[in-house]
């Protein structure tokens, strides 16, 4: 029986691996979030936006009209 002599290194080094790869996919699932919550905030101020220029122009209306 040959010994390697990397028993712990190996399996130390192998827990690492997996345990990047679980921080990976967390931070690509992350930016997804993200990305999501950009988009979602986005169409929020658009929106936002289109309500003040509604609320402008009718004001305006009234007092002009």
């Known amino acids: 029986m040959e010994n ?3 028993t712990g290194q190996c399996a130390f ?5 997996v345990e990047f790869r679980a921080l990976a996919e967390s931070v690509h699932e ?4 993200m990305t999501r919550l ?3 905030l986005g169409r929020g101020a658009a929106l ?3 309500n003040l220029a509604g609320m402008v122009a009718t004001l305006a ?4 009209g």
């Open 4 to 6: 390697t002599g990397c």
């Open 13 to 17: 080094e192998r827990a690492a691996e």
């Open 30 to 33: 992350l930016k997804e979030r």
């Open 38 to 40: 950009e988009s979602a």
């Open 48 to 50: 936002l936006v289109a």
């Open 61 to 64: 209306g009234q007092l002009l």
